[in-house]
Structures are given as structure tokens and as C-alpha cells.
């Protein structure tokens, strides 16, 4: 085993003792551990797992400071944010927690026999979801706790009954094993098996890609860049068995500026833009970065007002140097392309740092140049100013897959908007109306998805409560004797609140 340290964010400079580096042997035994687990896990009762969820978030709420600190020292993000993050990681873990209760994750279908049934008899079938298995969650960058090792993914893959094997983020390596060690007594406290949550801590990309191959994982969660979550879906295709890898990736969510919106409200959209673009850095998967508006009256208003902003911005800690790096290279590649106008910058970043910048351009040169639309991670976002509604539709039906596409408008411009939602529909997971898409909220109404590049599969959300559905599959049980059922699809289930479709009605026992 080799070692490696956390790094403090905003000095790049390594923090505290080293830590240890887990090898393909690792990998090998915690799945194995994981597989091993499976079948006692996945017989728990709606109620063991919802308690066993609520005791995760209880006992990191129970860490305390050390997790704050740690947090903001590995991220260079602010304490509140912190607070509000750890905040938000207990409480998905708590609506899960319901989510299971309920039981309607099962999704109980039962079509009784019809043996009487002319020309032919139906026989008695009986649905359930059971979880698919193991699953490996890998950590994100930019959420060290609600993407992280007990984010999203992880809450809702333990909601469906699936051990979990984590890859910790090598960016919040402490803050990753405080949360670790949290749920590692969560699992001994409700009397599970220790191989229903491993987590495995590394820098390379190798301790990942024997995570994804090793046989017994058969789902993927993975929140990161466009290349890191095509290599790992190359490599789960590429297995004897395949297994679905649920990558969220990169995403510019446009932004859409009405002319009548614009023209009464052009100066306060600027000032708004520019605070949901700076938010964390920029370093949000939904950032907007880029903005489409047609030309007429509100348009300067809007760019003076933005232009203002940006250039009085100062620099901000980063995620990582590599993501200081790579922005800065972003930042290069663009005010490079032909046709592509920097409006306005703010303070220089450094090292760890990275500064605001805000680029314009027309339609025709963006329908020109496929690279205006890459993502830039960070607070960068381009300006397309379009001749009439007509080009802004060509604009938007060329932009790739995205997580969220907003509206600004006002009454008059509904039915502009009637003429752009079809179109926003094929294109993306969610779309707001006056409003900025930096803040998703934990619900069961949320999508946090949308068509390639934004995701590898456009019918999944990695938020909300319909996120458990990624590590569910269907069974389906014909002319079972009623004492050969599970309990849940006998007769005799009753009193447990769990919603049944019977005969294509629905009930409540």
C-alpha cells in the first residue's frame, strides 16, 4: 500500500497525517463483502432499513465540528455551506427513510388468475422490485457530502436494499472518512452485516476501474466530468456481464431571456445572473453558462448590469488545483474561438483560485462552433444574442442534452414560452421559470437528469425520491403457492399501508 494526504483548498499545501491507499485487494474483498451481505440485507423490513437510514443521519449530525472543519478545509467553501450541505445529506437520508416506510419503491402489481378466462386462462401473477445488488458509489468533487460518500446516490441505493461500496473522493479524503466511520456505526448499531457499506480511499483512477469491474457490483453511481463517466461506462460495457452505469456529467444550462421579461427587468436578470454564476466558485452542475436572449430593448441593460458584476468579482477558492488548472485552461480555449467576445473579467485567479468571466456572441458564430458549448467548470458563462425567436429555437436545437434549462418571462411571454417548452423538453431534465437553476431542491417531484451528455440514461434522476428506482428491477411470480410468496404479495398482507395495483386497481391494505 502507498499513502497519500488531504490537501488544504486554498493553499494546495497537504494537511495532516497520511493516509492509506487501497489496492485491487481491497477492492476484491470489500465487494465480496458486499455480495455477501446482500441477501440479509435485502430482508430487512420497511422498517429496519427506514431506521437504519435515520441513524446514518443521525450520527453525522452527531460528528459535529470536526466535519465543518474538515469540509471547509478540504473544499475552500464556506462554513455556511457547510452547515447547509450536511443539512441536506440528513435529510435525503430521512426522505428515504419514509420512501421506505411506505413501500411504494415495491411497485406490487397482482393480476389474480382467471381460470374461467375464453379463449385461454390467465394465471395468477404477482410484481415486485427487489434491489439489483451491490453498487458502487464514487464520490463527487464539488459535494463532499451530499454527493459524496453518504450523498444521493448512496441514500438511495441503501433505501432499495443494496449494500453499497463507496470510492471516496481524493479532493475531501478526511471529510470522506468522518462521514465513512459515521455510517460504519450506523450499520453496527442496527445489527447489520459490516459488508453492507465499505468505503475505499485513493488517488488513481485504477482503484476505480477494478471497482466497476469487479463482478459482483452490478450498478454504478458516479457524479463528475464527461470523460471520467464515459471511461467508467466503457468499462462496465465491457464486462462478461454489462451493469448500468448512472453517470451524471456535464451540463451549460441555458438560460432563456423573453424580450418582454427582458425589456421590464433587463438590469435586475444581470445582477441575479451574476450571482447564481458565481455561487461556489461556478462550480455548481448547475451552473449557467450560457445565456440566450434576442435583440431589442433590455438586452444592454441586461449585459451592463452583468458586465458590473463580473468585473467586480473577486477570485475564489477552487475544488482542487487540477480544477483551478483545467478552468483556467477552459477560460483560454474559449476567449481563443473566432467569433467569441470577452465582455468582461474579474480579478485574476492564482494556483487555487479562479476568477469570473463573461463572454458574448451571435447565434450564426455559436451554430459555427460546436466548441462555444463545452462545458467550463467554473464561474464562465457565454452571452448568444439571437435575431428573432426563430434563431433562438435553432440555437436551443442544437445544444446537446442538458440538466436544466430556464425561463425568464412574463405574462406576455407565454406564448413565446408555449413555443419553446417542446423543445426545452427533448433537450433537458428540468425546466424552471423565473428562477436560476444553482439549487436543487430534495423531493419526490425533483429531476436531477436529463439526455446525453448530461446523463448516460435520460430516464433516471440522481435527486428525489424517484432516484431509488436506479437500483430496483422487476420480478415477476406465476402460480406461486400463497405460502411460496414473499409475504408482501400474499393474500393475507394486510394492515401495512403498502399500496397494491390488484386487478389494475389501486388499494391500501
Known amino acids: 500500500m502507498t499513502e497519500f494526504r488531504s490537501v488544504v483548498a486554498e493553499t494546495g499545501e497537504a494537511h495532516g497525517d497520511p493516509l492509506t491507499v487501497h489496492g485491487p485487494e481491497d477492492v476484491a474483498a470489500a465487494c465480496a463483502a458486499a455480495d455477501a451481505a446482500f441477501d440479509t440485507y435485502r430482508a430487512t423490513s420497511n422498517e429496519e432499513r427506514a431506521a437504519f437510514l435515520e441513524r446514518i443521519a443521525d450520527e453525522i449530525m452527531g460528528i459535529g465540528d470536526e466535519l465543518i472543519e474538515a469540509y471547509t478545509r478540504e473544499s475552500g467553501l464556506p462554513k455556511g455551506r457547510a452547515e447547509g450541505e450536511r443539512g441536506r445529506t440528513c435529510g435525503q437520508m430521512k426522505m428515504f427513510a419514509d420512501v421506505v416506510r411506505k413501500g411504494q419503491w415495491e411497485q406490487i402489481r397482482i393480476d389474480p388468475a382467471m381460470p374461467d378466462r375464453q379463449p385461454l386462462p390467465r394465471p395468477d401473477l404477482r410484481l415486485r422490485m427487489i434491489p439489483v445488488g451491490p453498487v458502487a458509489i464514487f464520490g463527487a468533487s464539488n459535494f ?300 419526490h417531484a425533483m429531476v436531477h437528469g436529463g439526455p446525453f451528455p448530461s446523463t448516460t440514461d435520460p430516464r433516471t434522476t440522481s435527486v428525489g425520491s424517484l432516484a431509488i428506482d436506479r437500483f430496483l428491477r422487476p420480478v415477476s411470480y406465476q402460480n406461486f403457492a400463497q405460502g411460496l410468496l414473499p409475504p408482501e404479495l400474499r393474500d393475507d398482507a394486510k394492515g401495512d399501508g403498502v399500496p397494491r395495483l390488484v386487478d389494475g386497481k389501486l388499494t391500501v391494505s
Open 144 to 443: 463532499p457530502l451530499a454527493f459524496s460518500t453518504a450523498g444521493g446516490d448512496t441514500a438511495s441505493a441503501l433505501a432499495a436494499g443494496c449494500p453499497v461500496v463507496v470510492k471516496g473522493h481524493p479532493a475531501h479524503p478526511h471529510t470522506g472518512g468522518l462521514v465513512a466511520d459515521a455510517i460504519s456505526r450506523a450499520v453496527k448499531a442496527s445489527g447489520l452485516p459490516e459488508g453492507v457499506f465499505q468505503h475505499l480511499s485513493g488517488p488513481s483512477n485504477e482503484l476505480g476501474a477494478a471497482l466497476v469491474q469487479d463482478p459482483h457490483i452490478m450498478a454504478v453511481g458516479f457524479t463528475g466530468s464527461r470523460a471520467g463517466g464515459l471511461a467508467l461506462a466503457k468499462l462496465a460495457q465491457e464486462r462478461p456481464v454489462p451493469i448500468p452505469v448512472y453517470a451524471e456529467m456535464s451540463s451549460i444550462n441555458p438560460v432563456i431571456l423573453l424580450p418582454h421579461a427582458l425589456k421590464a427587468r433587463g438590469s435586475d436578470l444581470g445582477t441575479a445572473f451574476v450571482g447564481s454564476l458565481t455561487m461556489g466558485a461556478g462550480q455548481f452542475c448547475t451552473n449557467p453558462g450560457l445565456v440566450l436572449a434576442i435583440e431589442g430593448d433590455g438586452i444592454e441593460d441586461f449585459i451592463t448590469a452583468a458586465t458590473g458584476g463580473v468585473s467586480e468579482s473577486k477570485p475564489q477558492t477552487m475544488l482542487t488545483k487540477g480544477i483551478a488548472s483545467a478552468y483556467a485552461k477552459g477560460l483560454e480555449v474559449l476567449s481563443g474561438l473566432p467569433g467569441v467576445d470577452m465582455l468582461a473579467k474579474g480579478e485574476e485567479g492564482s494556483v487555487t483560485t479562479g476568477g469570473t468571466a463573461l463572454f458574448q456572441t451571435s447565434a450564426e458564430k455559436f451554430l459555427a462552433e460546436p466548441k462555444i458549448a463545452h462545458e467550463v467548470f467554473g464561474s464562465s458563462s457565454v452571452i448568444v444574442r439571437c435575431k428573432d425567436e426563430a434563431e433562438l429555437k435553432q440555437v436551443l436545437e442544437a445544444v446537446e442534452g442538458q440538466l436544466t434549462a430556464t425561463l425568464h418571462m412574463d405574462d406576455a411571454d407565454q406564448a413565446a414560452a408555449g413555443r419553446l417548452v417542446p423543445v426545452l423538453e427533448r433537450r433537458v431534465g428540468r425546466i424552471l421559470v423565473n428562477g436560476w437553476p444553482t439549487g436543487v431542491e430534495v423531493c
